[in-house]
């Protein structure tokens, strides 16, 4: 009898563990379903920067660069210098001719007084002319001191400055290079800038709204940024949409019974970085948005958070 009670309890404990199992089983192909089929949540991540194409305002040959390669800088901070002796013998010239102009006007102006001194000897077209004489003389004299200015705003432009307080990229500058106006030559990324661009399933965009919070997970480190919604973009390319050398729609004949998800983009803003990380544009991450931005709970979060870590 009590072998036979002992067989029966152990067929029990087989039978609970069986069911505990499927039990568990059927608890994580839930919570899978609900996680990456239903959950607003994207493998498609990039990490964004504003980038600041640096040109010269005024051209000539670099006779300086303090800074290199990935190097931090400060806005304000110099990245190049242009040669500036032409731009000092333009301002000097440009003095010289504010000073030729103040002196003629002065001359011109006293002519001008003194005709009208002698209402009765200089006649009044006499002095007509000499007071446009002496508008004209004032009108060069602004004309030089506007030219002034301008000379000292070249001088000052052949100092480029740091515009924002970034990252010196991918820097191809060597002294003696010839700077020409408009064009760029040093790239800085804002690293005031950063965000994330996530790609989501146009079939996940209803569980989004802006202020959402996010949770991005970087490819080469373990812990996660926090961030939130900002905007979901309200338009991408139809590729469908192209004319062809006609004018005509060239449309994709490809037919299938699946129709494949659009991915729509979706801004999200970063509010804390974790020490240690290093943000650099281009970065692929895993985007979750609201309740999956929180950190999994209990055996099955961990178990979620486990196979989502190897994915």
Sequence with gaps: MNARLLILVRALGRGASTLALVALAILLIGALWQRYMLAPWTRDGRVRAEVVDVAPEVPGTIVEIPVHDNQLVHKGDVLFVIDPVRFRIAQ??????????????????????????????????????????????????????????????????????????????????????????????????DTDSFWVSGYFEETKLARIHDGDPARMKLMGYAAPLTGHVETIARGINDRNSAPNAYGLQDVNPVFTWVRLAQRIPVRIGIDTVPPGVVLAAGMTCTVSVGDEAARPQGVVGRVLARLESRI
């Design 92 to 189: 000097a010239q440009a003095r010289a001719a504010v000073a030729a102009a103040r002196d003629d006007r002065a001359l011109k102006l006293s002519d001008a007084q003194r005709r009208q001194g002698l209402a009765g000897v200089v006649s009044e077209a006499e002095q007509d002319r000499f007071r446009s004489t002496a508008s004209v003389a004032n009108a060069q004299l602004d004309a030089a001191t506007a030219a002034l200015d301008l000379a000292n705003l070249n001088l000052e432009r052949s100092i480029i400055r740091a515009p924002v307080n970034g990252y010196v990229t991918n820097l191809r500058l060597r002294v003696g290079d010839y700077a020409t106006v408009g064009q760029p030559r040093v790239a800085v990324i």
